[in-house]
Structure formats: structure tokens, C-alpha cells
């Protein structure tokens, strides 16, 4: 049980500020038994509504009980500031370390494993009736021994509300700071219709978490968000980044001059756009295997794809990054994993038990 | 296939199944020769051109049965399909959709959040029209204050105000709900609910109104047609065009004015009472409401205003059914006293018996569910198409079969299908995707 009292935790250091400036999250050493927690500080004063979220938050932490959910220790007011404190998750967020270390996305197997656990508090929360509605590497957090926690539950909701047990839920989740939250949720949420959408909605926001752990950038990270919404209602699907998807420039250069020309004169601006992204915005959300229905100038885009790539690029960086995807190649396994997740039809897209038992 | 992508003049012999296409003319087209036919000829020389836009078509379906029409014969291959264009619109950081509603003072909207993704409502005043109405502005001005301070779960929540003074308009943007229980009431059989639902939105309604009753606001205009439900049936209380804040010093609720719609007025408004009590003509109006939801009657009827107004004041309610059991018809007895003092409170009526059980859903009733004004049962966002327009722009907006039997390289031996048509406008999209994506205005270098 931990005191709370400030006097009995002493602050070392600050790891982050969070929710827009709302909170700043320190390290601390609890005194009575040495032990490290992190403690998220909040000015509540700043707005009101963030309050009754922050205590949402504390609330649904304090019902739940799982190893892969960040646990609640206990919350206290020290002057006009709300202090709760969490365990201390020594490596911080997924987003953390792939901005650090693993710009490409991480090893295929360290995916697994965050994704496993990412799962298995899932497949908990799921039980309990809660969606999460914020799955993303940034609430995703790693100890010092290596265990996934999930974290970021104040945006969770129940599907119990007013003591019946709903089938759907229709409302978003309270906005973030930024909005930035909007990425990872899938197309039924954001369509806020008359259908709704269940807990196969944090499926989706963990088949976008897939491609952002493995290919490091989160997928729509720099279209307009009402880009990503038309995308995502009409059924484009993110995707990992390898050499199946990213082909490996096979040609030599003349050959491919020649052919990226040819190319141009048939479908100059499928290659412009294609450009574009690899340059840009990182490219998953384009590739024609993504669309919903198979187009009919299918081959013809296949051939573009090898024609383009390694003409008109000059960043170092980003001709690097190309490198990386196009000469690695993920299982086929990992590959099906993400595209069951990121089904647009939700009634297709497994459950958390079923992807558990996937093969991978 | 999306009605609106695609206004059609077709005939229904060449198109196979065009039956089930929207905005479509059978047997205008005097009978011809088959279409396949025609197309192995060769190419066929063009032909003129008619245009319909859709009122003509709708008036062309209501002067079927009148026999001297004259109609241009047009080749199917010639038919030129039109994309509808969905041009978007922004107000400040709001997408425009689709017309919702339409009132005096001008049109309700759907829209979208820009920045949250967030469906709302607007609802678009017009300097202009809101002059013609008698205290429009002034109410309008009390709208917007007391929705400024008022917030609870079934009272409509004012998000945000803007002004174009340029225009003259003024927009209110609101939650977005996806239907108004008066439409709901007309759409269903015998124009009621079963007691069921109805309970399920009294019982809100009650929540509302003891929420404002709380802050000393008295609505005096509470009908079905004030009465919004959310995408999860969270009933809305709106318009307080009428609604009147209570001194909050003065003991009593005395009222001066009333301004509310006939039907739901209490006897002491419609004899012309100089004050009366506020929160008991709230319990009249929400009375008539329940009397209507439960029976798709009115307790009192006329044939005009006057009529109507004459028997409130005067007469007796038509008694409730017996029909609606013993317990209901109770409660509506009591909140339509004439008499506003024996009106019960809205703490009485909550705790009335058939206020605390739930009715169950009897045998052979169906819930209501919320009308849509485009057949869509869904309400998916009115937004989208345009938000489509926007970010995939046409290329090409007109288009003919023949157009499209060209790319796709049939010589024109058989006959395309609605479907396929209908596949041709999307893969013409898709096409003017890849286009459009090379100008994306977020691209840049990392």
C-alpha cells in the first residue's frame, strides 16, 4: 500500500509532459521501501473537463486487475495539483523507444511480443466490457524487465451504461490535445452512424498499431485528418512495409529511367503520387493491393511500382528508410496478422482471443 | 450503389436492372429496337441531347398517366450520366453536409468537425428571415444565452456561435442528433410508440425537465417536435426560442408570456391569463406529449387555431384510452388538470408507478426507429460526399456508356448492367484518386 502523502515520495526527475500540458509525469523514489514509481502530476485547475476524465481514469484503473494494464498505486492533492502514482515503467512508451532507437520500426519479434501482451490486456478489458479506444505505441509501456503494460485509459469506455449492457456505443472518445488519437480508430467509430461500433474497434486500433510498431511511422501521420477519415470509410487499409509491399528497385538505372518515363506517359500522376508519399508521408496508406476492390488497371500499376522507385529522390534519409523496407521482408504471418486486424467490416475482423491464437 | 453519385435518365428496357435505381424514368422512352442490336450496327450517329434535372423527373412521374407526351428518343450508349457534384464547403473549421431540417428562420445542416471528426448540427439563421418573425432575434438571443449555461444530458448542448456578417447569417452549432420524435410519430403505424419507447423518452424527458426546472428555466414549449434523439437514443430537449429564465430571487415561477405552439398549450395560456405559473405549463405540455406518444392523439382537437385554443380553455381533455391501461391513463389525467395547481410536480410524476416500472414491449410491437430523409437507415455522415469532392476531385463529371464501354474495351456486344455502371463511377473515382494524390497539400519532404 503506498501513503498518500507527497512527503513520503521524493522526485528525481521529469520523463514527460503529457496531455498537452496538462500533466507532467516525474520519476520518484517512494521512501518508505525504496521503491521507483512515476508520478503524473496534473493542474487541474487548467480546465474542468479534464478533471472528470482524470478521475474516469482513476476509477476504471482502480476496477482493473491485469498484468498487462498499467496499475493504479493511489492519487492525492498537494496543493492546488492532483498526483497519481503509477509503477515505474523504466523504457517509457513504445512511441518512446521507436523514435529513439527504431526510427524503421522495431524487430519483428519484439512486435510480437508487445502485441501479444498488447492482446492479452485487450482480450482482459474486453471481458470486463471496456473498450479502450486508444491503442497506440504511446500507451504502450515497457518495464525494466521487459513487461508490456497498457496504459492511456481514460479514454476507455463501458458498454455498461446505466446499469444495461450495451451492444455498441456511438459516442468518440473525449478529443485529445492534438487529435492526434484519431489515426489509430477505426472507420466504424469515426463514422459515428446509427450502427455504432463495439469492441472490435480496438481490433483496428491494434492492426494500426502493427504497422506503426513495425514500420515506425503511424499510418496517415501526415494527411489531413479528413483525408484519413474518406480513407478509412472507404476501406483503404494500412500496411507493413517490406520488400512484398515495397518492392526493391531491380533495375538498373537506364532501364529504369526508360521505363519510369514510359510509365509517365501513361499514368504520370500515379507515379507523381507515389513519389510523393515515399517522400512525404510515408507511404502506407497507398498501394493499389490496399484498395477495397480490385481495380482494373492492377498490372499495369504493378509494373509502376518497380519502375518508380530510386528515380526523383534526393533525401538521404528517406532513400534510407526505402532501403530499410524494401530489403527487409516480414513473415507472412505478421502480414496477415495486421490485415485481419485492419478489416474494414468489423464482424470480420477476429476477436482478441481468436488473434491470440494466431500462428504467429 | 450511392443514389446520389449518379443521377440516371435511363430507360428501363436497355438497362436490365434499372429497376432499382433511384431518379429513374420507365417507359418514357418509346418502345425501340434492342439495344444489342443497335450496338453491333457500329457506332450510331449522336443524338440530341435532353436533360432532366430532378424536379423535371419528379414532375414526369406525377404526369405519367397524362397521354400527349412528347419524348426525344435517346440512344441508352448516349445517355450521359452525371456525377452530382457535392461541392464542399467549410465554415470555419466545419464541413458543411446535408440539409437536415428546414424552420422559419432558416435551414439546419449537418456537419463535421474538421479537427475532431466530430458530427454536429448547425443551425443557420438569416438576419433577414429572423426580422420577418416576431420577436425572432430577441428569442434567438435568449436561445443562445440560456444554452450557454445550461448543461445536462438531455438538454441539446451548444457547442459553438459564429456570425458572417458579410452574408448576414449567424451559425448555431449544436450535437448532432439523428431524429426529432415528431418525424419518428409520423412515420410509424398509428402515429405512436409503443409504451415502451415511450416510457424510455418520458422518463428522460422528466430528467431534462427537473434539470432545468433546477436552474429556474422554464421551457414552455415542450412537444415532440422539440424533442431530439442521439445515434444511442439519449433524448435532447431543444429550442429555447420561448423558454424564459426564472428570477432566481422571487419565490414563485410567475410567467407573463407565452408563446408555445397551440396544441400543447395549457388552459390558463390559451384563456389569456396576464401571469401564471411557469413549470406548471411544462407539466401540461409534457403531458400532451406523452398523451401523443402513447396514443398518436391530441387530448384536444380543432380545426384552427382558434378552434383549438377555444377547447383547451374551455373544455375537458378527451379522456385517455382505456386501452393504454389504468395506471397511464392515471398520470395523464393528472398532468392535464386543468387546474395547475393539481398538476402534479415533476418529483410526483417520477414517482408514479407507471413512471418507475418499464413497460414491457407487448406482443407484435415494433420500436420506432429514427427516419432517415435519404433512405439511409444508417444516418451514415451526410459529409462524406463531399468530403470526397474535396479531397478526390472529377475529373470528368459527365459520362456515357459509350464512354465507359470504351475503356473498358468491349466492342459493345452485350448490355451493361446498373451495377457495372455504377462500378464504372467508382473505378473512374479510384482513377481520379491516383491523380489527385500527387497534390496533396500535406505532402512534404522529412
Not at chain 1, 512525404?280 to 500499376?301: I, V
Not at chain 2, 412528347?70 to 445517355?79: E, K, Q, Y
Amino acid at each position: 500500500m503506498y501513503n498518500p502523502d507527497i512527503n513520503d515520495y521524493q522526485l528525481t526527475s521529469i520523463i514527460t509532459e503529457c496531455c498537452g500540458g496538462v500533466a507532467v509525469v516525474y520519476s520518484a523514489l517512494y521512501k518508505p521501501n525504496n521503491q521507483n514509481v512515476a508520478i503524473k502530476r496534473y493542474f487541474v485547475d487548467k480546465t474542468k473537463e479534464n478533471a472528470s476524465l482524470i478521475q474516469q481514469d482513476i476509477l476504471t484503473r482502480k476496477e482493473l486487475n491485469h498484468v498487462n494494464i498499467l496499475p493504479y498505486l493511489t492519487s492525492f492533492v498537494h496543493g492546488r495539483e492532483l498526483y497519481v502514482v503509477s509503477p515505474l515503467m523504466t523504457f517509457g512508451s513504445c512511441r518512446d523507444i521507436l523514435d529513439r532507437y527504431f526510427q524503421e520500426g522495431l524487430p519483428e519479434l519484439a512486435c510480437a511480443i508487445v502485441l501479444r501482451d498488447t492482446l492479452q490486456a485487450l482480450q482482459y478489458l474486453h471481458k470486463q466490457l471496456y473498450i479502450h479506444r486508444s491503442v497506440r505505441a504511446s500507451h504502450v509501456l515497457i518495464g525494466a524487465n521487459g513487461g508490456v503494460r497498457l496504459s492511456g485509459l481514460r479514454s476507455a469506455a463501458s458498454l455498461m451504461v446505466r446499469g444495461r449492457r450495451q451492444r455498441h456505443l456511438h459516442q468518440l472518445p473525449p478529443p485529445d490535445s492534438d487529435n492526434t488519437n484519431l489515426m489509430w480508430l477505426s472507420p466504424e467509430l469515426l463514422e459515428q452512424n446509427l450502427k455504432g461500433y463495439d469492441e472490435k474497434s480496438d481490433i483496428y486500433s491494434l492492426g494500426v498499431l502493427c504497422c506503426e510498431l513495425g514500420n515506425g511511422a503511424v499510418p496517415f501521420a501526415e494527411v489531413p485528418t479528413t483525408l484519413m477519415f474518406t480513407e478509412k470509410v472507404r476501406g483503404s487499409r494500412p500496411q507493413l512495409l517490406d520488400c512484398s509491399t515495397f518492392p526493391e528497385p531491380c533495375l538498373d538505372d537506364t532501364e529504369m529511367k526508360s521505363e519510369y518515363i514510359c510509365c509517365k506517359a501513361v499514368l504520370c500522376p500515379t507515379t507523381l503520387m507515389f513519389t510523393e508519399k515515399v517522400r512525404g508521408s510515408r507511404p502506407q496508406l497507398l498501394d493499389c493491393s490496399t484498395f477495397p476492390e480490385p481495380c482494373l488497371d492492377d498490372t499495369e500499376m504493378k509494373s509502376m511500382y518497380n519502375g518508380d522507385s530510386g528515380v526523383g529522390d534526393s533525401a538521404d534519409a528517406v532513400s534510407r528508410l526505402r532501403q530499410v523496407y524494401a530489403g527487409r521482408k516480414l513473415s507472412d504471418t505478421f502480414h496477415h496478422l495486421s490485415e485481419m486486424a485492419l478489416q474494414r467490416d468489423p464482424d470480420k475482423r477476429p476477436s482478441a482471443t481468436q488473434l491470440l491464437n494466431h500462428p504467429w | 450503389m450511392d443514389p446520389r453519385m449518379c443521377r440516371k435518365i435511363s430507360s428501363s428496357e436497355s438497362l436490365p436492372d434499372a429497376d432499382n435505381v433511384e431518379y429513374e424514368v420507365s417507359n418514357i422512352i418509346a418502345p425501340q429496337e434492342s439495344d444489342d442490336n443497335f450496338m453491333l450496327d457500329g457506332s450510331p450517329e449522336p443524338h440530341s441531347v435532353t436533360w432532366l434535372d430532378n424536379d423535371q423527373i419528379d414532375e414526369l412521374d406525377l404526369n405519367l398517366d397524362q397521354t400527349n407526351l412528347c419524348f426525344h428518343r435517346v440512344d441508352s450508349a448516349d445517355i450521359i450520366y452525371r456525377s452530382k457534384k457535392k461541392k464542399c464547403k467549410m465554415v470555419g473549421k466545419y464541413v458543411m453536409g446535408d440539409v437536415l431540417g428546414e424552420g422559419s428562420y432558416g435551414k439546419v445542416k449537418e456537419m463535421l468537425d474538421s479537427e475532431t471528426l466530430c458530427r454536429r448540427a448547425v443551425k443557420i439563421l438569416k438576419k433577414r428571415k429572423l426580422r420577418r418573425i416576431p420577436n425572432g432575434e430577441q428569442n434567438v438571443q435568449r436561445e443562445i444565452q440560456l444554452l450557454r449555461i445550461l448543461r445536462h444530458k438531455n438538454v441539446i448542448e451548444l457547442v459553438d456561435v459564429m456570425y458572417n456578417d458579410e452574408k448576414q447569417k449567424m451559425y448555431l452549432v449544436m450535437e448532432f442528433c439523428v431524429g426529432v420524435l415528431q418525424d419518428m410519430l409520423e412515420g410509424s403505424p398509428g402515429k405512436k410508440f409503443p409504451q415502451r419507447q415511450a416510457h424510455d423518452y418520458f422518463t428522460q424527458l422528466l430528467d431534462g425537465l427537473e434539470y432545468l426546472h433546477g436552474q429556474g428555466v422554464v421551457h414552455k414549449d415542450i412537444k415532440p417536435g422539440n424533442l431530439l434523439l442521439t445515434l444511442d437514443h439519449t433524448l435532447k430537449i431543444t429550442d429555447f426560442g420561448v423558454a424564459e429564465a426564472l428570477d432566481m430571487f422571487s419565490p414563485e415561477d410567475t410567467c407573463y408570456t407565452g408563446q408555445g405552439s397551440p396544441a400543447f398549450q395549457p388552459p390558463e395560456i390559451a384563456n389569456g391569463a396576464e401571469q401564471f405559473s411557469g413549470v406548471k405549463v411544462d407539466i401540461w405540455s409534457s403531458g400532451v406529449t406523452l398523451y401523443n406518444m402513447t396514443t398518436g392523439r391530441y387530448p384536444f382537437e380543432g380545426d384552427n387555431v382558434y378552434r383549438l385554443l377555444e377547447s383547451i380553455g374551455r373544455g375537458e381533455p378527451a379522456p385517455p384510452p382505456p386501452s393504454l391501461g389504468p395506471t397511464l391513463g392515471l398520470l395523464l389525467t393528472n398532468m392535464l388538470k386543468r387546474d395547475p395547481d393539481l398538476r402534479p410536480t415533476v418529483h410526483e410524476i417520477r414517482r408514479h408507478s407507471w413512471v418507475q416500472a418499464r413497460p414491457p414491449l407487448e406482443v407484435g410491437e415494433r420500436l420506432v426507429t429514427p427516419r432517415s430523409r435519404r433512405s439511409d437507415e444508417l444516418h451514415t455522415s451526410t459529409v462524406i460526399p463531399y468530403l470526397v469532392e474535396r479531397h478526390y476531385p472529377s475529373a470528368q463529371e459527365y459520362f456515357t456508356e459509350r464512354d465507359y464501354r470504351h475503356e473498358l474495351g468491349d466492342g459493345g456486344s452485350r448490355t451493361l448492367s446498373t451495377a457495372e455502371l455504377s462500378d464504372a463511377e467508382s473505378s473512374r473515382r479510384k482513377r481520379r484518386w491516383h491523380s489527385s494524390c500527387g497534390r496533396l497539400p500535406s505532402c512534404r519532404l522529412t
